[in-house]
């Protein structure tokens, strides 16, 4: 898809597109709990990962959708992710989708995974939406607008971050990628409540202000977090690399660099000097 067939300008429009991404989301999870509630197979990727008939499903619901909402705009999923990147390198503006973050914890029926649907331009995540379907929680959030929590029968909330203000730092971690670094890392911190979660919602629990930090002190890649770093920043917290740097979303790799979720306040790369 060339460059020029996509919208000169979504500034004025993205709140506008919160609502039908929100409901596109949700279609996604329904397909999603429909594997779910199944006795369902597993298949390993190339790299080692899990894949299910969910994932399928959800990319399909997704895919099909955006290219309804918005025909001229290009999509990277992770599910179709063989795109060369000469020719994304072209995109200033591209939806960004994890059809379904968190298939260990799919697998684990623990209930901890989600929708990630991003909208990237000029390589940040300006719009977000992610979706928990076994609970019906959504975050959502775009520039111009803020970030809300809407519950399954609940009205939209708006959410912010909330400044470390001292005592044990809430830190969350993953629950299926422990590393000795993070250990080093609450090690350094001191004292400390760690929250274990799945998928993206780590980031989720920085931007509602039930965390403190979120150290991801291994890989990602840019679909595991484009949609929740949206959130994060439109509730008025930060994303960035362990150097303080911006997160950027389009790289040739498309694997994320260590990073660190919070406040945008509080100095927690002063704690990372410590890991080996």
Known sequence: MEDND?????????????????????????????????????????????LTAADRAAHQTIVSELAKLTPAMPILSEEASDIDYAVRSQWQRYWLVDPLDGTKEFVKRNGEFTVNIALIENGEPVLGVVYVPVSGVIYFGCRGSGAFKQTRDGKAAAITVQTYQGGPARVVASR?????????????????????????????????GAADVYPRLGLTSEWDTAAAQAVVETAGGKVTTVNGEPLVYNKEDILNPWFVVSDGKTDWTRFLNALD
């Open 176 to 208: 299926s990628h422990a590393s000795p670094a993070l250990e080093q890392f609450l090690d350094a911190v001191g004292e400390v409540e760690t929250i274990s979660m799945g998928s993206s919602l780590k980031l989720c629990l920085v931007a509602e």
């Open 6 to 50: 996509q919208p000169a300008d979504l500034s004025g429009e993205l709140p506008g597109l919160l609502e039908p991404v929100c409901k596109i989301a949700r279609q996604a999870g329904e397909e999603i709990l429909k594997v779910y509630n199944s006795d369902f197979a597993v298949e390993d990727k190339a790299d080692g990962s899990p």
